[in-house]
């Protein structure tokens, strides 16, 4: 089994190793990368990287569920749990199916960044192994919606 995982929102395609929290940067909970969002942006729209149905709902993160069974988390920054949603909107409700690049969130990651925290968003596929998710040949800048990695359950 095989899966397109597409970028939540545009900005700089990251290494999950570079994410400045042990658990993600070790892919512990899965493989997969993230995306810095740009400085000077105003609110984010943040979309589904895949389609599905989306089993887990945050102000800051989400897990969408595939037809396959696979789940995909999208965390929205680090630490951002502590904002308690302050600065954060839900755009869906879990149980919600949705489409890949469907509106599931939208945050400001100049806020994010004005408490002190990462805007980072690590993309997981979640319990898989370490280092199966395979890049594009792109690096650098990524639009919301492009291809940001493949997975392949082995």
């Known amino acids: 089994m095989s899966l397109a995982v ?7 395609l990251t290494a999950l190793g ?15 990368l993230a995306v810095e969002p740009s400085p000077d942006t105003g609110p984010v729209e943040v979309v589904a990287p895949v389609a599905g149905v989306v089993v887990k709902l945050h ?14 988390l999208v965390h929205v920054g680090i ?10 909107r839900t755009r869906v409700a879990e149980g919600e199916q949705v489409e890949a690049g469907h509106a599931v969130i939208t945050f400001g990651p100049a806020a994010v960044r004005a408490h002190g925290l990462s805007a ?17 040949a ?5 639009q919301a919606g492009a291809l940001m990695f493949s997975w392949s359950a082995s």
Do not use: N, W
């Not at 658990?23 to 997969?32: E, I, L, T």
């Not at 630490?79 to 954060?88: H, I, M, S």
């Not at 980072?120 to 594009?136: E, K, R, Y």
């Open 18 to 32: 570079k994410v400045p929290d042990p658990v993600f940067a070790a892919q512990m909970v899965g493989s997969g």
């Open 120 to 136: 980072i968003c690590p993309v997981v596929v979640l319990d898989s192994q370490p280092g199966s998710a395979q890049p594009p």
């Open 6 to 12: 597409y970028a939540p929102l545009s900005g700089a």
């Open 59 to 72: 102000p800051h993160a989400f897990v969408i569920r595939t037809s396959s069974g696979t789940g995909v």
């Open 79 to 88: 630490d951002t749990v502590r904002l308690k949603g302050e600065g954060f």
């Open 138 to 142: 792109v690096t650098g800048l990524i």
